[in-house]
């Protein structure tokens, strides 16, 4: 489905409140709430949409440690270092990036302690050759995909 502009709109909207009504989203952007619903479920189908969640504050649930780990392969593929890492529910990103390092892992755990902790496992699994921890101080903004 192709986006156009109302559903940019549209899904700009969803983006700040995904509850909202179909009515509510309807006036913002001219069209009726049956075709709001309609317009959703086709860019549901499509993928646009892939799913909808919940924006947690992560130290209100003791994950106040965000940091970025670079993770080095000696002779496993990104493809299988990623299903041995999705266990990992401290993992919020895994990437494969270009350059020396073949994966970028967004983390968030409690504390130093338990970081470190979780660096040790991911060491120890099959063709790890090394990380590259860097702790996030503050963060600026988070802003997800803008349509």
Not at 55 to 63: F, N, R, T, W
Not at 98 to 107: F, N, P, Q, R, T
């Amino acid at each position: 489905m192709p986006v156009d502009q109302v559903s940019r709109k549209l899904l700009s909207l969803l983006r700040k409140d995904a509850r909202a009504k179909y009515a509510e989203l309807g006036q913002a952007i001219y069209l009726s709430a049956p075709a709001v619903f309609e317009r959703v479920k086709k860019l549901e189908k499509s993928g646009v949409i892939r799913r909808y969640t919940v924006d947690l504050d992560p130290q209100s649930i003791e994950l106040g440690l965000c940091a970025f780990v670079q993770i080095r392969l000696e002779r496993t593929s990104t493809d299988e270092l990623a299903r041995l890492l999705m266990p990992f529910v401290e993992i919020e990103e895994c990437h494969c990036i270009a350059g020396e390092d073949c994966i970028l892992a967004k983390v968030r755990t409690k504390d130093a302690q338990d970081l470190n902790r979780l660096l040790q496992e991911i060491k120890n699994l099959p063709g790890v050759q090394r990380t590259l921890t860097t702790i996030v101080l503050s963060t600026l903004f988070e802003r997800g995909i803008q349509p």
